[in-house]
């Protein structure tokens, strides 16, 4: 995934969850920030972050907040690009060895997944989740409760009673993490219902990313860590 129109700037302030002060080019501009996350570890101010230009009459800002520095690792911050780092993973074979059949936002019963894909004879559902939160090396998700994910665990085990196969794949959308594991501290509750859905058979993957100024693609399989320490 690459980006054009990309510049620097420094972070000072988020005023709410789609919107922040950034210093550019020596002016203080309106962001629209492209993750409802808490980013707390992230967004402080005088941190040094990558914007995209984007010029449009309909919009109510001119910039989007792509990346922060955090100290020397860059972090990818953009919630839409988890879905198009897994679709391009997903089509040069990384599930499937010749995966025949990609559907974004495919239905399943009264549920919507992030995909339907086929091959090798196989079929299943994907929900994807994007990844920002990491401590001494440790990615973690979710940085905030999230009553959503739940859902789409609860659902993919509903896609395996079906005779689906059901996957949840974590872009973490930084290099260079040791392993992913649930944040047992913020939602508990997370934790134990994607223990869940393993046990049950849902496949649980993790994939860090090569992050650039003006990229995102998806790097080297990343160990998740489900037991509870």
Known sequence: MIYDNIKPGTFLERLNRFTAYIEIEGQVEKCHVKNTGRCWELLNYGAPVLVQEIDSPQRKTSYDLIAVYKGERLVNVDSSAPNRVFEEWLSQGGIFKNTTLIRP?????????DFYVEGDGRRGFVEVKGVTL???GVARF???PTQRGIKHLKDLMLCLQAGFEAYVVFIVQMKDVLYLEPNWDTHPEFGKVLCQAAELGVHVLALDCQVTENS????????????KK
């Open 134 to 136: 990491e401590d001494k």
């Open 105 to 113: 936002e495919k239905r399943f019963g009264v549920s919507r997944f």
């Open 216 to 227: 995102i693609t998806a790097g080297d399989p990343v160990t998740v860590v489900l037991d």
């Open 142 to 144: 979710p940085d905030a």
